[in-house]
């Protein structure tokens, strides 16, 4: 058995030396070692904090330093490029008034005491989603993504039925389910003959969840669960002719959907 790692070795003496290298600044440099590689080759991780140097076998430690300062003004960019797009997801915070939206109706969090699951009720002129305070500490955004599933699971089986009666009325009924992590609004699984949209589509206006259903209905529908083609834009604008613009619409709409993340409360 060695007596040490030769790469951990090699990342360590990297390390050192590239220790005020600005472009390397806040995050951790790693290597990796590949049998088949003949040139370096680098990439950027989690969020811009972790910078990978991809090495050929017998690379020494002077030409991972020579490599990365080469490097310096792509690492630079991408590193900047990426923490922008970090700072640009939608947060939300966990505080009394915080916006939420189910089926494009607005809803206000309001944090409470009582203890108990998150649930909708409506007070005065709107909406809100009480949460138990202790459970949002505790569990984050969970507890109210498990909502989101819970009465999305419930609109897919109220809605789901009459809409498959009319795509494909002499074939099975798919099986529905909702799913926590996934960056697609919906999906068809052939093997189970199930239909799957994501918690995050509840948040979206009726008419593209509407479409994310159907889109998905049309898919289970086809012979084999077949993909997208020709066929099956007929087939979905048959039964959804404004498919083509919603199509445009829900791409449109993904990056200022809520995905759970939250801002800490000030
Ligand atoms: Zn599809």
Same mark, same amino acid.
């Given at each position: 058995?060695?007596?040490?790692?030769?790469? $951990?070795?090699?990342?360590?003496?990297?390390?050192?030396?590239?220790?005020?290298?600005?472009?390397?600044?806040?995050?951790?440099?790693?290597?990796?070692?590949?049998?088949?590689?003949?040139?370096?080759?680098?990439?950027?991780?989690?969020?811009?904090?972790?910078?990978?140097?991809?090495?050929?076998?017998?690379?020494?430690?002077?030409?991972?330093?020579?490599?990365?300062?080469?490097?310096?003004?792509?690492?630079?960019?991408?590193?900047?490029?990426?923490?922008?797009?970090?700072?640009?997801?939608?947060?939300?915070?966990?505080?009394?008034?915080?916006?939420?939206?189910?089926?494009?109706?607005?809803?206000?969090?309001?944090?409470?005491?009582?203890?108990?699951?998150?649930?909708?009720?409506?007070?005065?002129?709107?909406?809100?989603?009480?949460?138990?305070?202790?459970?949002? $500490?505790?569990?984050?955004?969970?507890?109210?993504?498990?909502?989101?599933?819970?009465?999305?699971?419930?609109?897919?089986?109220?809605?789901?039925?009459?809409?498959?009666?009319?795509?494909?009325?002499?074939?099975?009924?798919?099986?529905?389910?909702?799913?926590?992590?996934?960056?697609?609004?919906? $999906?068809?699984?052939?093997?189970?003959?199930?239909?799957?949209?994501?918690?995050?589509?509840?948040?979206?206006?009726?008419?593209?969840?509407?479409?994310?259903?159907?889109?998905?209905?049309?898919?289970?529908?086809?012979?084999?669960?077949?993909?997208?083609?020709?066929?099956?834009?007929?087939?979905?604008?048959?039964?959804?002719?404004?498919?083509?613009?919603?199509?445009?619409?829900?791409?449109?709409?993904?990056?200022?959907?809520?995905?759970?993340?939250?801002?800490?409360?000030?």
């Amino acid at each position: 058995m060695p007596l040490e790692n030769p790469l $951990s070795l090699l990342a360590e003496q990297a390390r050192t030396a590239l220790s005020t290298e600005p472009s390397l600044k806040g995050c951790t440099l790693k290597l990796t070692s590949h049998a088949r590689r003949r040139h370096m080759g680098l990439s950027i991780s989690d969020a811009g904090r972790v910078v990978t140097v991809r090495t050929p076998p017998g690379t020494s430690s002077e030409q991972v330093v020579a490599f990365v300062i080469h490097q310096r003004p792509w690492i630079t960019a991408n590193r900047a490029r990426i923490s922008e797009n970090v700072a640009a997801i939608p947060r939300k915070e966990l505080v009394t008034g915080e916006g939420f939206d189910f089926i494009g109706a607005p809803m206000r969090l309001k944090v409470t005491d009582i203890p108990g699951s998150v649930a909708r009720a409506r007070l005065g002129s709107g909406w809100w989603l009480t949460a138990n305070s202790a459970e949002l $500490s505790q569990r984050g955004a969970a507890p109210l993504i498990d909502w989101y599933a819970d009465a999305g699971a419930t609109w897919l089986h109220e809605h789901a039925p009459e809409l498959w009666q009319r795509i494909a009325p002499q074939a099975a009924m798919p099986t529905l389910a909702i799913e926590r992590s996934t960056r697609r609004w919906g $999906s068809y699984h052939h093997a189970r003959h199930e239909v799957r949209l994501a918690w995050r589509a509840f948040q979206l206006p009726r008419p593209l969840l509407h479409y994310a259903l159907v889109h998905e209905l049309v898919h289970a529908a086809r012979p084999g669960g077949r993909p997208h083609g020709p066929e099956f834009w007929t087939l979905l604008q048959r039964h959804l002719p404004t498919a083509r613009r919603d199509h445009g619409l829900i791409r449109k709409a993904g990056p200022q959907v809520w995905e759970g993340a939250i801002r800490p409360a000030p």
